[in-house]
């Protein structure tokens, strides 16, 4: 059996998806839910008890969930459960950038768990994805106000991954996941791209100009802090163009080799979420 953790995330809602008529297949989520062919467990990873319900005759585990500063702990008591109940691999959605000395907290921590993984009896894979498209979906309501994007990454390229791609890699994984173990992927979109080449493409999308505002870092978290954004969250949003080594902004080949075909070209994921930018729906950066 396979556990899917962070069911109602992005990558989780894309992987149950795409794992669609796998037997065998149980989610965890913090609320019911009615997915055709999934057992559903409710429970939290705060919550032992739903968690040795939840991994009870599991094999495989993904493991992912809602980032925050207690995220390490979190991940650790579900690893701990499943120890004891006899699961033998762990599937850990990582990200590119994930080492210890990292400026940004979400990094260190993947890095801490992947540490942690490395040295524990199961077999494991890591999944270490790009920036996600996704993010991207943040800027609509400055698009459709201002006719911009704000965003502290310099001049940077960045090779940007659909999540829509980043689940069904995954669902790869644990389709068949003895050739994957000890492994670690790089996933990537096809081509990196800096942010004026996002504001151009999305101005092209909607029809009128939009021009990329390179915002400070300090003056970029400030402005999030205002907007009522943790300030964990807005120090990591704030840093994260430094996350990233020149090497770790080069496309990797890994996702195409995994899923079978190209990754997803920004035209494409911009022209799937059109009407998002015409409606001006802005999204949380939680």
């Known amino acids: 059996m396979i556990l899917v953790t962070g069911a109602t995330g992005q990558i989780g809602g894309a992987l149950l998806e795409n794992l669609a008529g796998v037997s065998g297949l149980r989610a965890l989520a913090r609320e019911p839910m009615d997915v055709e062919g999934v ?33 390490v702990n979190q991940h650790c008591r579900v690893l701990a459960v499943a120890r004891d109940a006899g699961v033998r691999h762990v599937v850990k959605l990582s990200a590119i950038g994930a080492r210890p000395e990292s400026p940004v907290a979400l990094m260190r921590w993947h890095d801490a768990i992947e540490q942690r993984l490395s040295e524990s009896s199961f077999a494991w894979t890591f999944l270490r994805p790009h920036l996600y498209m996704q993010n991207l979906l943040r800027s609509a309501g400055d698009v ?11 001049e940077g390229r960045y090779p940007l991954v659909d999540t829509r791609d980043v689940g069904a890699a995954a669902a790869a994984v644990l389709r068949d996941p003895g050739p994957h173990v000890g492994k670690a992927y790089t996933i990537t979109g096809p081509a990196a791209l800096g942010y004026a080449d996002v504001a151009r493409a999305i101005g092209d999308l909607i029809g009128r100009p939009v021009e990329y505002e390179a915002r400070p870092p300090e003056s970029f978290r400030a402005g999030l802090v205002e907007a009522g954004i943790p300030e964990w969250r807005a120090d990591d949003l704030a840093a994260i163009a430094a996350a990233y080594t020149e090497a770790e902004n080069v496309p990797s080949s890994d996702l195409p080799e995994l899923i079978g075909r190209s990754a997803t070209p920004l ?5 799937d979420h059109r009407e998002h930018y015409l409606a001006g729906l802005a999204r949380t950066h939680l």
């Open 144 to 154: 459709a106000e201002q006719s911009r994007i704000a965003a502290p990454m310099g």
């Open 267 to 271: 035209e494409r994921f911009l022209s």
């Open 39 to 71: 057992d559903v467990a409710v429970g939290t990873f705060d919550d032992e008890r739903s968690l040795v319900a939840a991994l009870d005759g599991v094999e495989t585990v993904f493991l992912t969930g809602r980032d925050n500063p207690d995220q």
